[in-house]
């Protein structure tokens, strides 16, 4: 399975931080609480965004300043399930609707669109979820946390970051 961006061999949620992973509630900027639909995986403005696995454009769509901004949800099949894979905040989009994509292969552009525009640079990520239906509503359902496709390397990394260092003891 390809990995949505990449930098080096791995896979970083924005600012190592759970409140970037699924399912996390966090304030959204009206106060309001909400669980977070997937995964922000850094991304500065014009890293390539790739196809997970080989599958077919369900959709293309520009939101404009809300939501996900400009993103593509893209079928695939995992383990026998049909399932969809959803890139938010493209700066570009590569890809038309009903178009077959091969793993690998380019999408377009991370961005900073939809509610992602005007966060500070090294805020920029790309949102990145899994769904069981391509129109999933508000909320977590229809929805699966990446985890589970992409594997638990980026939130490893993140329980790593946190431990301290130990020094071998002296003898």
């Known amino acids: 399975m390809h990995k949505p961006v990449q930098f080096g061999f791995s896979t970083h949620i924005r600012g190592n931080s759970f409140s970037n992973t699924f399912g996390i509630v966090r304030k959204e900027k009206n106060g309001d609480p909400r669980a977070h639909q997937g995964w922000d995986i850094a991304a500065f403005p ?99 946390d990446p985890m589970l496709v992409l594997g638990i390397e980026p939130i490893l990394e993140i329980i790593f970051s946190d431990m301290p260092t130990f020094a071998p003891i002296p003898k």
């Open 46 to 144: 014009g890293t390539p965004v790739f196809a997970i696995k080989d599958g077919v454009i369900t959709f293309v769509r520009d939101d404009g300043d809300n939501g996900l901004g400009r993103h593509v949800c893209m079928s695939f099949d995992f383990k026998g399930r049909e399932l969809f894979a959803v890139y938010g905040h493209l700066q570009t989009i590569e890809v038309a609707t009903g178009q077959y994509v091969g793993e690998g292969e380019r999408l377009g552009l991370s961005g900073q669109t939809g509610n992602a525009k005007g966060q500070h640079y090294t805020e920029a990520h790309l949102h990145f979820e899994i769904r069981t239906q391509p129109h999933a509503g508000l909320g977590l359902g229809h929805r699966l």
